[in-house]
């Protein structure tokens, strides 16, 4: 969002791609073909989450509020327990629908069942990430990634993503990141999520600890270092390694709330930054550690907006992430929110280049909100509360 919004502004589009950028009197008179007027609307760059799990779209308003993270973890398996694998194809395109519906172009999205990509056509781009739980059947890495790894391929955009540190193995993580060197795709994990993991590795206590223990998870890797100690010993961001110049910066991680002193003094010493899925609503929803935006911008990390799931949000809007942060954050600039959930999704994603701006050579990806006359355009952006009506994917309406 470096460059100022242009007054009377137009683009125009080859095939998928934005070829022009000005003046509409401008681009009138450089391009000929088919003028679409938008009337008093304003033209942005599609939405990007950068993270969801569309695999719970079904699931909204079933999870109790208030409850703590260890018993929304054992709510939502009872939950997860009732659906079919039917009932997981219905939720993951009603998902897409109303993603799309509220502008989100793309999409970052985690799914526990990745044989089920080759069956959905998604309507807005998506990254499929397959995500990896072996807590239950420990010694199964390899067959468990290479497995996820073979369903997830079969879609144009795809990554790996290890649940979380409580629930997926070292060797999982190994073997993500191999694979992600040798194909030079993304990988994504939940890090620092909540006080109970946090206590559970720092402290070998709490309730998400002793769960764990219950249901047979080894636990001699508690009482030693925080999550995120963990995560950069275990991952080769700890030896400030990269896995390719396509995809140096491979990991993007989910809600990094949970973070002491000594972590932000590690943060500031690595080498390689990765990038940080936030997403305020379902932060707010736990009651988490407020957000160290400002402190994690400083350190390099890159910052963008997800809406987790609908077992823990409304709906999938991420004009109301934008709104949630703006509120948890009064002092942010709605400049950079609104880069949160574009150019800094795209750059998470690799895509930089190609989307998350309106430019010469990018995707036309695009969508339009009503526009007020005055005012900063960037607040109306945050401001939106509703709907989007025109939408543009791929150059096609």
Known sequence: MERPPIDNGAIAIHGDRIVDVGKFPEIRARNAGQAIDLQERMLLPGLINAHCHLDYTRLRGKIPRRISFTDWIQTINAEKAKLSQTDYLASIREGFAEAKKFGATTMANLTAFPELIPRLRAPIRVWWFAELIDVRAPGQANTLVNSAAESARKTEHWGLAPHALFTASAAVYRRCEQMARAEQIPLTTHLAESREEMLMFRHASGPLYEFLKSVGRAMDDCGQETPLERFLRITELGTSKACGAR???????????????????????EQVKFHVAHCPRSHAYFGHTPFAFERLSELG?????GTDSLASNDNLSLFAEMRAFQRAQPGVSPERIVAMATVNGARALGMDQVLGRIRRGFRADLIAIPSAPNGNPFEQIVAF?????????????
């Open 247 to 269: 995809c140096e910066n491979p990991w993007m991680v989910a809600h990094l709330n949970e973070l002491i002193d000594r972590d932000f003094e590690l943060l500031r010493n």
């Open 385 to 397: 509360d509703g709907t989007v009506d025109w939408i543009m994917i791929g150059g096609k309406t």
């Open 301 to 305: 990390l890159n910052i963008c907006l």
